[in-house]
């Protein structure tokens, strides 16, 4: 019975040891829940709400980008506003064409091919009420607005400063939706397609003045290098204008004199707005025939022409107005392709052609590089004759040797086939017969060819890359077709 009784005392301060170590365990393990809870919080709000975010051990990184609500907030924002905001396009753009009573019955032909009435805003800014050789005002032109002299209020030289005044009331003018205002003379050739796409390319709601400065070193050495001509026109972001405008006053009294394009560049360079240049605009101070430069243009989307009345017309035949409906012509079917260069070989025959696509054709009865057609046949003439550099490109010099001269062809008529998304373009020789066979090549002259056809595809997008071609000839046939197409990998033209 003792030992029972021992038995029984022994079982019942163990069960009491038990439960103790239960309670115990029990209190440690909430204890060490809570401490370490505590800890984590601690932690995260120390990762977290850090003014400096000073942890940057790669065991938090993880955290910070999964769990900060604040960064997520601001992105998805972000996003949710860049969604929210439509591409540029043309009804974002506003016109600034800065004209005069005196030239518009000449130049308003320059103006109408690409002014898209009711859809393309901005006005023409005159310096005085319109006579009645002008008037009625033709529908197809962009409205006129007469500057006022109360826009300025230091009108010492109006001339000069017309450009100020001009951006001033069309600032006024425009509305809200306003991103780009463009500023143009009165004979300047615009591709309206092409200007949006490029505009687009770049943040309308920071700083920008994009525009392009003189084919000829004299002209920029004179004005600037880094200047935006009005002719071939320019571009200003509506910031750009707002600041602009804001110290308009105190530029013009500190460049008093100086003209708008120059009043415009020192104005905003002072105020750290520099040129973006864009090779597809073109001031065109040059003189004669400009094919040789339409023939090369650069590999960039064409965007403005200009001085149409002091070159030739660009094409054969035709007079200055005529030729600019006639390169029109292709503009409606394909902005994007027209003016780019193509150049491909007909191996048999040992010639080189040259496209540019919408304008004209360079047959050549020899292998020549690409390097050396992509520079410009020098055509034409220097707007001011000095010393060379004339140019700010290279060119190639006219001569005599029919195994460096093309025969030319120039663009005739254009016909799309929207089912197979294909564009044909035909182009006719400028003059029969007129180029002697090249004489190491003497069996393969062109003589023979009177037209090219052009087969491309439709809306080629510039950001793919130059494009190549592949020449067809019948030996009996006159006509030479070449079919545009992507280059292949590693492909060398020449």
Avoid at 384 to 399: C, D, E, L, M
Avoid at 434 to 444: A, I, R
Wanted: glycine share 4%.
């Amino acid at each position: 019975m003792a030992f029972d009784n021992n038995n029984n005392n022994t079982n019942t301060k163990l069960t009491k040891l038990s439960n103790i170590s239960q309670s115990l365990s029990l209190s440690t393990l909430w204890k060490s829940i809570a401490l370490s809870g505590a800890l984590l919080f601690l932690l995260h709000t120390f990762a977290f709400n850090h003014p400096h975010k000073m942890i940057t051990h790669k065991l938090f990184a993880p955290l910070e980008f999964t769990f900060s609500s604040s960064e997520i907030s601001r992105s998805s924002s972000s996003l949710q506003q860049a969604s929210r905001e439509p591409p540029t396009n043309i009804s974002h753009l506003f016109f600034v064409i800065v004209g005069s009573t005196k030239t518009w019955r000449s130049r308003r032909g320059y103006i109408e091919p690409w002014w898209r009435p009711n859809i393309t805003k901005g006005h023409v800014f005159l310096e005085k009420p319109p006579g009645r050789d002008l008037l009625p005002w033709p529908q197809q032109s962009p409205p006129f607005i007469v500057n006022k002299d109360s826009s300025i209020t230091n009108a010492k030289f109006k001339t000069q400063i017309r450009l100020f005044q001009s951006l001033h009331e069309a600032f006024n003018k425009a509305n809200k939706d306003t991103r780009w205002f463009v500023i143009a003379d009165d004979d300047t050739l615009f591709f309206l397609d092409n200007l949006v796409e490029a505009l687009e390319m770049y943040d309308h709601k920071k700083h920008y003045y994009i525009g392009m400065n003189s084919e000829n070193v004299w002209s920029n050495a004179i004005f600037s290098f880094d200047m935006g001509y009005g002719g071939g026109g320019y571009a200003l972001s509506y910031p750009t204008v707002e600041t602009l405008l804001k110290n308009m006053e105190d530029c013009i009294a500190r460049y008093l004199g100086v003209y708008s394009d120059l009043l415009s560049f020192r104005c905003l360079a002072d105020l750290g707005i520099d040129l973006t240049m864009n090779k597809g605009i073109h001031q065109i101070d040059l003189h004669g025939d400009i094919s040789g430069l339409l023939s090369a243009h650069p590999q960039s989307p064409l965007i403005s022409l200009h001085h149409f009345d002091v070159i030739n017309p660009i094409f054969p035949a035709m007079s200055r107005q005529e030729s600019v409906n006639h390169l029109m012509k292709t503009a409606k079917t394909d902005q994007s392709r027209i003016l780019q260069q193509t150049i491909c070989y007909q191996r048999g025959n040992n010639w080189s052609v040259s496209v540019s696509w919408g304008y004209s054709v360079h047959v050549y009865q020899s292998i020549l590089p690409r390097n050396y057609l992509k520079r410009p046949l020098e055509t034409f003439r220097p707007w001011k004759n000095v010393r060379i550099p004339v140019y700010t490109f290279n060119t190639r010099r006219v001569t005599n040797d029919p195994c460096e001269m093309p025969r030319q062809f120039f663009f005739d008529s254009v016909v799309e086939d929207k089912n197979q998304s294909l564009v044909t373009t035909m182009y006719k020789v400028k003059t029969l017969g007129s180029l002697p066979p090249c004489l190491p090549n003497v069996n393969q002259s062109a003589r023979n060819i009177s037209q090219v056809r052009v087969i491309a595809a439709t809306m080629h997008k510039m950001g793919e890359g130059i494009e190549c071609c592949d020449v067809e000839n019948v030996s009996s046939s006159e006509t030479l077709e070449v079919k545009i197409r992507a280059c292949h990998k590693d492909e060398v033209l020449a």
